[in-house]
């Protein structure tokens, strides 16, 4: 569906290799104990995954989006929080790149395996209205700001190592003259302001996070000032809905499997029946595998717009992190439902995924703020 190339292919392969090696078996303590995957982005990391989409002139993959979803999906198959990780990692990543000149080393450490970033927008001031950041940078002279800003929900916090971050610009007159800075994990008043004890992705490490008066010197503003919502847009939103999606896909092809799974190994003793020869279950199954292509399928066509813009591009990304998402909210309803008492009982991990899928679909933007971008957009009225 993916319709990648020899090369991508070869990657994309690798990436399930990893994920069935080192993701899957982690997957259920990881979600049990609340525990960030340290071990699972360290295979990454040695596989050079966290360099995917550095340039290759900086020693990474410099691979696109359309890779980027098939190495996605492949891990949101075994584990979702991981997935979540890595699609946070290289929304960093792509900011970085869109600033070589003062992220160059950090690319190269990316590559290399030692460099994980994440992104820092949302505040509990603007909620998932990320866009609308409420802290406001403050001149320190010279080009160097200093940083106060309560983050409500950080993907990796206390274990990333670099951090994007978002805040009004300095002299910023209205909500949306933001200005993006990297942020490093040792940079002083960086912390942690409390512990993620999830819903679902349990693994993703998604707490708050306080910056007081954190220094920040001018060569660390990835844009110009107040320009900040051009690299949101431009840069991380297209990558954030469609690594989405991709995860939402992921999640929903692995209930599928696991329900497939389930019926076909459970049997009534009485009658020496497995549970596939209930024609109720198999078309449950059915139902589930259409919603999980049709994804999928939407998703290659958000790919194949993005490559070949044109007047829907917009909107088909508006689009794709609903469509991704939504699909596995309903897939992993229906795996509960098939599965039963079995599911309930936590068997082939069925439940950990239904919960694992209701987490993106309120990440910024939520669905029903996508819902809103897309009624808008369709309306003809401006989006933001």
């Not at 302001?193 to 693994?203: C, E, F, I, Q, S």
Request: proline share 4%; net charge neutral.
């Amino acid at each position: 569906m993916y319709r990648l190339n020899e090369a991508q292919q070869a990657i994309a392969g690798d990436a399930a290799a990893i994920a069935e090696k080192d993701l899957a078996p982690r997957a259920g303590a990881v979600d049990r104990n609340g525990a960030f995957p340290t071990e699972s982005i360290a295979a990454l990391g040695r596989g050079g995954l966290l360099g995917l989409n550095v340039p290759q002139a900086y020693g990474g993959l410099g691979q696109r989006m359309r890779t980027a979803a098939a190495v996605i999906e492949a891990l949101a198959q075994r584990c979702p929080s991981t997935a979540m990780v890595y699609l946070m990692h290289l929304c960093g990543i792509a900011c970085y790149a869109a600033a070589p000149d003062k992220t160059s080393e950090l690319l190269r450490e990316a590559a290399a395996g030692r460099h994980l970033s994440t992104l820092a927008f949302s505040e509990k001031g603007s909620r998932s209205h990320f866009w609308a950041p409420v802290s406001r940078a403050a001149s320190a002279g010279h080009g160097a700001v200093t940083i106060s800003a309560q983050k409500s929900f950080v993907t990796s916090a206390g274990h990333a190592d670099g951090y994007v971050v978002s805040t009004l610009a300095s002299g910023a007159t209205q909500p949306l003259e933001s200005t993006i800075y990297l942020v490093l994990k040792e940079d002083g008043g960086v912390s942690v302001a409390g512990p993620w004890r999830g819903l679902g992705l349990r693994g993703n490490a998604s707490a708050p996070m306080t910056l007081e008066a954190v220094g920040v010197a001018a060569d660390r503003a990835l844009t110009a000032e107040g320009k900040g919502l051009e690299m949101m847009l431009g840069v991380v939103l297209p990558l954030f809905q469609v690594g989405s999606a991709a995860v939402g896909v992921g999640i929903a092809e692995a209930a599928v499997q696991a329900t497939i799974a389930h019926v076909t190994q459970a049997r009534f003793e009485e009658s020496n029946s497995s549970l596939r020869e209930l024609p109720t279950l198999r078309a449950q199954i059915a139902k589930m595998r259409i919603e999980t292509d049709r994804a999928r399928a939407h998703l290659g066509a958000v790919l194949d717009s993005l490559e070949s813009p044109g007047p829907a591009t917009q909107l088909m990304v508006l689009e794709a992190k609903a469509s991704g998402t939504e699909a596995a909210v309903v897939v992993t309803e229906l795996a509960m439902r098939t599965c039963g008492g079995a599911a309930f009982g936590g068997a082939h991990g069925i439940e950990r995924l239904f919960r694992d899928a209701r987490a993106p679909i309120v990440m910024a933007p939520t669905s029903d703020v996508a819902y809103e971008f897309i009624g808008r957009a369709l309306c003809g009225l401006e989006v933001f």
